[in-house]
């Protein structure tokens, strides 16, 4: 939006949103913040990570004649708030969400409060903020940086955050869980200038690749990142490791981020538009090329053949995490077991295909060292064991048609 | 919408919907058709018209946990019919309308059938054509002239039509009431070359202007339209008086309706490049102006002083309908009595106002007399006299915010 | 251009222009007006004809050094413009036009003159028209109108008119040909509410019409234009032929003009789109249908089709000017000799193809005297006799490629 | 261009273009690449660099009746080339290009053939690659990689190959002069994985980097570089002083560079959304911040300052090249010289200005040991020694009003 129309938008609350949908598709009806009218006057609502019952609870609120205007898990939120009749936002919000179950970071705002909500395992990140006399929340909190507010803390697990007139309240209103908050923010998803779960990403990304040059080192003349996902893993090696760091891959920044591009034919042309490799780096050198993970291995193989290509003698490939070999059901996107190659092939399977000299991942007990607290985290994506029990059924199949 | 996105929609069932917003704003969100998911499984509306008990069925709803995406009159109906438990979208629908009053020619549909219903006043029109095999429903019979398709009849008053694989059904579910067709639609709002109610929309204007002719005769040397709005019953006023018929005003295409433009200062602005006087035509011409209503006044003074500009010797304007005194409930969006200026002028007064050396308009009588069916018409903004009461609020107050 | 934008502008003179391109292909290059740099400063240019010697002078011109940045025959005249060393815009402009042939009414402008020229035989029009202090240029004098400007006068043919701070000054610096208006202007061409060569439009048109109704009389129940090329003809041979005039068909405002429209395709689907019959006119009449040419005959063999199964009895199409025999050379867009359907088929061939029960056209001397002149006229598109020669290659093969 | 738009395109050469414009203003009519019409058929061409004498020719040119039509230096080669009565395009470019004084890398074309230029002094790179059996032309080599195209060589300063059917031939024709290709493309310009002047550009970096550790020494915990203009210096100064390299500011990749912004308005705000400190690296450390250069200081004093808010002890500020004092006239966008901080502040003037604790400078010997060839570089914007004379009147006032 254009700084003159935000000039001249009015009043003291207001909520802004980009999200990758995860469930339902990506179209206008489904774009976040949505506003509606219900009981409890205007309410909007924005919402980062996934309902595991939201099929469920959808066709139960149609049966009992809820109109439903998208295909977002979100709008299950909003008719349960509708549907309550607590005498306050908070309280609805309250009444609803003890019949939610999934993965759930959200702002709701109504004209008079703006409330902050993680669920009780504490999935996705949410964090308070503050400029001037005012209170702000955000996913993640580089995005206070650029206001130039600051950070305040997180939003805890299960913790209900209130903010109006008479400034922030706390409450943990809903029964508590074991916290899970998702490892795989530390890995990739997150900013690394952010602080999530009490750690700063950054930080987090280096000592992986710290931990991860001790557990898996090799001889080498240089340690090369995979753009931009790898670098501060690759630094975290190559200081850990001793072998100097360089940039052997050029991206090109007219390009965005490889993992959440929708379409697959855009991200196959995507990588190859994106990386460019530096001969004068590579040539005739021992290379560790560094990543956070490896999905389908489609990308890996590509950009192995193309150090190769630009004279690479020895190609060592070293990544910052377990393999990947679960799907996320708590709001990464990330693809479905088959896609997943680390979920039907083994280490030496997946060096072979890529075409790299060796291939390592970082163990789980270097993964839960470097991001600080041995138990607390979801780590299903590498280990299979979900904090959550999700349905049978796929829970993508929201559908108006 | 393009020829090749259309040719790539799939399916044999579809609504496309034109509406000037009378209740709620214009905005994004309540353009129709609708498309929401409920227990009947997907439903689209589309609505022409206006209903008068939304604001409190709203708020009844709202207290009983709906979610409303809009501030459309027509999503209360949707809100209805998935509260409904009937078996079928029909009964459904039939459900949730014995609680509406107003104004409503609907179309309705889900993956099954096609619904056309009217009001048990039949406020607004709605007609079914035949395409090959298929039926088609429409506001106005024009749009089946540009389909090729045929006219096939009016739906009448209250009746519900049902379109799916096994053809067309007919049902009258609700209380018959005595029929009150829009009279205003013959005056001014339906397109020429549309049957309405029974009738052929240019051939009443040209009785309109024929009768009006016989009531208000005056002698002149040529009688000129209002272009387009007064073309029609200028040519029955010609025809009717032996008076020359001629273009004494030229109407600029790229400029669309007066009546209906949404801002102010756009209307205003309108008028001025919208129509150019002939002055051949006009030069020392004793003329007969003819126009459909008078609403504000603003444009006929500025029309009289245009053809005064250019020469007319005598103006002598002639109305094709009785005085507009009171404002529309059910659908056209006819300015508040305050505007109206035959709510508060006698006729002089709004004869000396827009400066013509006469004024006359249609007798209440003469308007009845060429629609053809003497009592079954609703002249509200003629008489006054309202077939469904409205409440004392006004009915424009739905809002998110 | 939104109102703002037109606001903000500074500076007393300028230029706009619409042209519906004849030589060279409708690109945003050719778009007009042109503005360039030269020896005699900035120079602007909007030019309405048609060269006839533009391919000769633009290869003279290349071969002399010239870079053309369109493949427009305007710019030729820019070139020829900024190769004289005359000292001052308008000398500049006479002996380009000296070396030009052809059909052009220029508006051309530098940051203190603006000048309006008309070709010596004056086939464009071109009028004067006055505003407060300032003086306007413009094609036809019914946009003086929209501006509620004053019109002057007619730019003569040969003369040259130049506006600054001093005023209006006119010169006649080109050697005197005899004059020949185009007589399509008056035919089709220009807008009704247009003073065009002396004559006010719609006032030729009726008389046109008036003529037809004397030379091809024929016993009928009502006179129906098509709309809207053919209304004021139509008027005129209903007030000649003592018929009502009525309108059979109606004409749907949201396409526009069909003989301008550059695809075929959309010309074809624009016509079916447009034009819609009004049965209750129509049904069991006698119908003289009027219109002012016919191109190539497929849209009026679909009109007449359209009006038969809407239940017309006998219909009798009057066109009100003779059969279109010849292309324009001189700046109307005709189709090549070959789609002209009376180049190569006699008017009973041609009413075969209508499927008209009779066709008649305005005779030659008909139109002369219409148009009130009797020499002064170029006609060359109904007589084959073209008062400058044109060369025998295709003159739209202006390329770059 | 859409990819589907681009397989539509027919024939076997073509021209792409971004210039950032340094002459004219940025408006439509000067984007390139242009295609006109001229004696030697249709020609296009593309132009980095910037023309000294574009002013006085084109005055010249006028003079003799040209016809401009944008305001861009490059049109006036199109003139000199159009001018030419040569019997090919690449004599007439010889020609035009005798009398032209600048920095030009040019592509140009006519139907057969395409032309690639540099001029005598080579100031802006061209370079040569080969896809399949065709060849390419490209300011700077990563281009072919993008395109999986190999990179041949150089073209040379002076030279004009041109590709055809036959392949590739070349020529030197104009009088050759001292190579001075740019030296700033190595220090910031050009793309780190492109290969310039026959060197390696982040090669040349982290040797600039390398050598400013070894000329200006400091006790430090962590290099930090400016991203994304410092991180191949900072990589070398890491490497050459032994202190750890980290990334203590992160870039938000939605903005683009900020020395190419047009707008001070934009610049200046896009510094504060671009960069984000990162505490856990800076906290409590003596950090040596390494940039490219500084230009005006606004800046670098904004980011010192963010550095010191984010906890930084020290601030040492490390510039990989010397103290830019002079405007380019050959094709860079410097600011004039009041605006270059260093044209009128020593160097410890500016550290008190950014308020870093130290400041230093890569030396001149430095800058010409790390590209690698002492004498043949052009260093005006360090030195004031302009290798081509500029004239005094200021080059960009080309306008057409």
């Known amino acids: 939006m254009r700084a003159a129309r935000l000039r001249r938008l009015a009043g003291s609350l207001a909520i802004g949103h980009v999200r990758y949908s995860t469930t339902g598709s990506s179209q206008l009806k489904n774009a976040q913040p949505f506003l509606v009218g219900t009981r409890h006057g205007a309410v909007a609502i924005a919402h980062n990570g996934n309902l595991l019952n939201a099929v469920a609870l959808r066709a139960e609120l149609e049966a009992q004649g809820a109109v439903f205007s998208s295909t977002s898990d979100t709008e299950v939120i909003l008719h349960l708030i509708a549907r309550s009749n607590a005498g306050s936002l908070i309280d609805a919000a309250v009444e609803a969400l003890h019949q939610v179950r999934g993965a759930y970071s959200l702002v709701l705002m109504n004209e008079h409060q703006l409330l902050g909500i993680r669920d009780p395992r504490g999935f996705r990140p949410l964090s308070v903020g503050r400029l001037k006399d005012g209170y702000l929340l955000a996913s993640e909190s580089c995005a206070f940086d650029l206001l130039e507010a600051t950070f305040v803390r997180d939003v805890e697990p299960g913790e209900f955050v209130c903010i109006d007139r008479e400034g922030l309240r706390s409450a943990f209103p809903l029964p508590a869980e074991p916290p899970a908050p998702c490892i795989f923010e530390h890995v990739y998803f997150a900013r690394p200038d952010s602080h999530v779960f009490g750690q700063q990403v950054s930080r987090v990304r280096k000592e992986l690749g710290r931990l991860l040059a001790e557990e898996a080192p090799v001889e080498a003349d240089v340690v090369v990142p995979v753009p931009d996902s790898g670098i501060y893993a690759a630094l975290g090696y190559a200081q850990g490791a001793g072998i100097p760091y360089d940039y052997g891959i050029v991206r090109n920044h007219y390009v965005g981020r490889t993992f959440i591009e929708p379409q697959k034919s855009i991200r196959h ?122 349905p049978v059924e796929d829970v993508s199949q929201l559908r108006l048609l």
Not at 281 to 295: A, C, H, K, N, Q
Not at 312 to 333: F, K, L, N, Q, V
């Open 269 to 390: 042309f995507g990588v190859k538009i994106k990386l460019n490799p530096v001969r004068e780096v590579l040539e005739g050198r021992r290379v560790v090329l560094v990543d956070d993970s490896i999905v389908r291995g489609t990308t890996s193989r590509k950009i192995v053949s193309m150090l190769r290509a630009a004279g690479a003698r020895e190609i060592h490939m070293r990544i910052s995490s377990p393999p990947t070999t679960w799907p996320c059901y708590y709001g990464i996107d990330t693809p479905t077991r088959r896609e997943l190659i680390a979920s039907s092939h083994t280490v030496e399977e997946i060096r072979r295909y890529i075409q790299a000299d060796s291939l390592a991942y970082l163990s789980h007990q270097g993964l839960l060292r470097a991001v600080g607290k041995g138990e607390g985290y979801c780590a299903a994506c590498f280990t299979g064991v979900y904090p959550v029990p999700f």
